[in-house]
C-alpha cells in the first residue's frame, strides 16, 4: 500500500504555484477529493486544479489541469480567489478562476494527475456539492476558499486568504 507521506513528497520542501477552476451548475460547485492531506484517510474537497507549469499562461494552466481531473474543456473567465495554502512542508500559491464548460451538456469524469502512476492518484472522486453540503462537512475537509458559504453567489465575492 502507498503511503501518505510518499504521495505528497515531490510537493513537499518547495513553494508551488497552483491553479484552480470553480465550476458552478444549477447551485452547485464540481469539486474534487483528494487523499493524503487528512489523517484517516479523510478527503479534502477542493475546485479542480494543479501546478502551473513554465511557458504557460495561468489561464492555459487552468484549462489543462481542469481537463486533465475532469474531461471537461472550459473556458477561463474572471480570477476569483489568492489562497495561500500551508501545512507542515507544503506551501503553495493558489489562483482560482471561474471556469465555464466549452459544452454545457458535457458530464464530468473522474480524470487523472499525469505526475503520479495509476495506482498513487491522489484525486479520488468528483461530486456537485450545494453551500449546505459544505457546511455539514468538517471543515478540515473542505478548502479555505470554500468554508462557509452560505449561498453559491459568496463563490464571486473575491477572497485573498494569506497568511
Known sequence: MVQTD????????????????VLLREGTLLLAAHRGLLANGAPFWS????GWVFG??????VRREFLEE??????VGRLLHLHEFRQGELQALEIFFEV???DPTAVPQLGHDPEHG???????????FSPRQLLALPPAQVHPVLRGLLSVDDVFVPQQLLN
Not at 510518499?6 to 477552476?21: F, K, N, S
Not at 475546485?47 to 494543479?50: I, K, L
Not at 475532469?70 to 473556458?75: E, F
Open 6 to 21: 510518499d504521495l505528497l513528497r515531490p510537493y513537499a520542501g518547495q513553494v508551488r504555484v497552483r491553479v484552480g477552476g
Open 47 to 50: 475546485p479542480p486544479g494543479g
Open 56 to 61: 504557460e499562461s495561468l489561464r492555459e494552466a
Open 70 to 75: 475532469t474531461g471537461l474543456a472550459v473556458h
Open 100 to 102: 465555464q464548460p466549452d
Open 118 to 128: 495509476s495506482e498513487r492518484q491522489l484525486l479520488t472522486e468528483l461530486a456537485w
